[in-house]
């Protein structure tokens, strides 16, 4: 299917499900799915430009890359569509869960509840993170990773300084290797 042969309608559709059924990290990974693999609206090139570009825009990185998705597909229109279809059912349902919290804190059982969505939001990110993971070549580019996940995730330093050392590294890494 052609970029110019998707509708509004479906457009919408599309990102509202994307938005409630994506939770807990791992849009970008649904997101390709629905718009690169599945309805082939855009190629893998464009997909991973619009990432590029949604990663050094400020905002949440799934929203921005809705919003280039669905200029990219219909205009302002599509932008439009794409970002009322990834936030506003979202925000209405996590408005109903802030209400039911505040009903059900007390009950027994509640925290058990509350920790099985959290398994289930780590299972997604892992998912995404391991198919990710399988396009990686190379011990370089593993090194990157590994450091960046003990730098952030072990000895907890802040995640924007260690990306802003990690991005210029591997870019120089890269480089070298295909120089």
């Known amino acids: 299917m052609a970029a110019g042969e998707a509708g509004l309608g479906e457009i919408l559709r599309v990102f509202v499900t994307l938005g409630m059924l994506s939770f807990g990290g791992g849009l970008s990974g649904w997101i390709h799915r629905e718009v690169v693999v599945k309805r082939r609206w855009m190629g893998d090139e464009a ?3 619009g990432i590029a570009l949604c990663q050094v825009l400020p905002g ?3 929203v921005n890359l809705a919003l280039y998705i669905g200029q990219q597909l219909r205009g302002l229109p599509g932008a439009a569509m794409a970002f009322l279809g990834i936030l506003g059912p979202p925000f209405l349902f996590i408005l109903g869960l802030a209400l039911a919290y505040g009903w059900g ?3 027994a059982g509640f925290g058990v509840v509350l920790g099985g ?10 998912t995404v993170a391991a198919r990710a993971g399988r396009r990686l070549r190379g011990v370089r580019a593993w090194g990157i990773v590994v450091l960046v996940c003990v730098a952030v995730g072990v000895l907890r330093w802040p995640m924007l300084p260690v990306v ?6 591997s870019l120089a890494l890269s480089w070298h290797e295909h120089v």
């Open 164 to 169: 802003a050392v990690a991005i210029p590294l």
């Open 105 to 107: 804190a007390g009950m």
């Open 60 to 62: 949440p990185n799934a």
């Open 117 to 126: 969505l959290a398994v289930a939001g780590l299972a997604n990110s892992l």
């Open 47 to 49: 997909f991973l430009a």
